[in-house]
């Protein structure tokens, strides 16, 4: 009788470290995808190879900006 309950709290106790660490794994996967994720796209609002003047378009073309600024702030650009 004393053998049963020792295997059965030795079998919970392995079966919980066993979904702890299967968590833990699962987890570290999901932080390593999103980290190479977030490194190839790059951050920040701008792309990784995007330049002044193409933010600059942008703005222009949501109509954050007028024509004027657009041109004054092109001619500081280049």
Known sequence: ?????????????????GMVFWIILVVGIVFLVVWVVQKAIGTGPAGPNE???????????????????FEEKKRDIL
């Open 1 to 17: 009788m004393m053998w049963d309950g020792m295997m059965g709290n030795g079998m919970g106790l392995g079966m919980l470290f």
């Open 51 to 69: 330049s002044a003047l193409d933010l600059l378009k942008k703005r222009y073309a949501k109509g954050e900006i007028t024509k004027e600024e």
